[in-house]
């Protein structure tokens, strides 16, 4: 079965362009987490659905981010302007009645 | 926010020594998640631990729920060389919250 699929693997892209990071969840799963790693800070929630409902976005950094997930097997992470800051590691995990969660792969992404 | 504390940051070892870490909490957790990540990938569990006192096994790897409900340890014996990675706790607060706080990590380097 397939795991936790997120696309693209590697993003660059220059500062004030608008970057859309994607996830496909586990399916069967109810609950999809996004996550935020960088060295500084490690790893951290910015949002989580449960059911397609976003129910906690207190983790996201600013208004430039947003999250949407239409349907239960999809779900975006949108940076719109992107600032070298944004510069990190985003993951996407999933999970079954919130307990154990399974991360994606993640995507690097660079903003020069 | 909670913070967990994990410890220690980097371990230097042998191959075939036996290994263990720890995590601790500023508040009482629920659930504690270990997980491993290597260069490149998302993190994987390892091991879930839903109750307090609780030990879980799997493979040369033993978690154990702390009974105050604040801190989890985790250990390996007999380690070999593709242990190596880095080790994150996490847990989920008793308040109900769904997503996980994150430990810094602990990075496991193994000298053959």
């Known amino acids: 079965d397939a795991g936790v699929i997120q696309s693209p693997r590697h993003e660059v892209t220059e500062m004030g362009q608008e970057v859309t990071l994607r996830c496909k969840p586990i399916s069967g799963h109810d609950y999809l987490f996004w996550y935020r790693q960088t060295m500084m800070r490690g790893l951290e929630l910015l949002i989580y659905f449960n059911n397609n409902v976003p129910i906690d976005d207190s983790g996201m950094p600013e208004d430039r981010f947003s999250a949407k997930m239409p349907n239960a097997s999809f779900s975006t992470l949108k940076i719109q302007p992107s600032e070298p800051r944004d510069s990190a590691v985003y993951f996407c995990?999933?999970?079954?009645?919130?307990?154990?969660?399974?991360f994606g792969p993640g995507t690097r992404l660079t903003v020069t | 926010g909670q913070q967990l504390n994990q410890s220690p940051q980097s371990m230097f070892i042998q191959e075939g020594e036996d290994v263990s870490m720890n995590c601790t909490s500023s508040s009482i957790f629920n659930t504690w998640l270990w997980y491993k990540q290597e260069p490149g990938e998302g993190p994987v569990l390892l091991i879930a631990l839903y109750k307090a006192g609780e030990l879980t096994s799997n493979g040369r790897l033993t978690a154990q729920f702390g009974i105050t409900r604040k801190d989890s340890f985790l250990n390996i014996s007999a380690s070999i060389p593709s242990d190596v990675g880095i080790y994150f706790c996490?847990?989920?607060?008793?308040?109900?919250?769904?997503?996980?706080?994150f430990g810094k990590g602990t990075h496991l380097i193994i000298q053959p």
């Open positions: 996490a847990g989920r607060d008793l308040g109900g919250a769904d997503g996980l706080t």
């Open positions: 995990a999933s999970s079954f009645r919130g307990y154990e969660q399974y």
